[in-house]
């Protein structure tokens, strides 16, 4: 792969996405309405998972190499007031960010990835979570009734973050071999190989030979379509329409 983002670009781009989650939440009336996207959640949960998974993360990236998750240690309980609460996140995105600036892109770590095309380092790690917080700051916006499109640096990112790391496996694929390309309109294509090896991800030239499906849309509307935020019939798909209904269903081991 390449053309991804920079660990200093990361970095930079995580403390952005979280003053915009931060911004939004702010904006909304209350914390107790509910969240479109994610509708078994309100605003208030939604601060809270943010909120756990960046301690839970500085812990397991300043572990270094390890063979399960870190449990952060010192950590205060989620307040329930919406300022103090938001304050409470704010300590966690800067764990996380003092725990990977310290660890640097390289340093392993434990992930729960492992059989994907992404590394266990701490740099897949701070991948990764731009990519949580550019979605939950997505969700927040909706919520609040101003949902803005994704930028486009972590959009683009971000469809090739969600295929080599959500995606990828080496767990058989359960159907005909197949193959699936998304392109974003900002010039940029992935292609998905399915069989039986499992499923590993290319980039491809947008001219290329076609696949069995194609799904083509702008870098943040796929990385929506990606994480369930938006139908998949948001999108122009062509070819075997099928095959996103078995990858939606598919769980691999």
Known sequence: MHETLE????????DER???????VTSAPDLDVRVPTCPEWTLADLVRHLGEGRYAWAATVAAGPATAKSTPEGVPAAPEEPEALLAWLAGGTRRLRDALREA??????????????????SGAVARHQ????AVHTYDAQITAGAPQPLPVDVALDGVEEFLTT?????SAWPHEPATV???ATEGRSWRLRLSAAGARVDRVPATDT????????TAG???LALYGRIPVDALELDGDRRLFDLLVAWEPE
């Not at 979280?18 to 939004?24: C, D, H, I, L, V």
């Not at 731009?130 to 917080?133: E, Y």
């Open 104 to 121: 640097g892109p390289d340093r392993g770590c434990w992930t729960w990835w492992g059989a994907s095309q992404s590394p266990a380092t």
């Open 181 to 183: 390309d998304y392109h």
């Open 18 to 24: 979280s003053a915009a989650f931060s911004a939004a």
């Open 130 to 133: 731009l990519q949580q917080v």
């Open 7 to 14: 660990f200093p670009d990361l970095l930079r781009l995580l």
């Open 166 to 170: 959500c995606c990828a496996t080496t």
């Open 221 to 223: 509307d796929l990385v």
């Open 210 to 217: 076609a696949a069995d499906a194609s799904a083509r849309g």
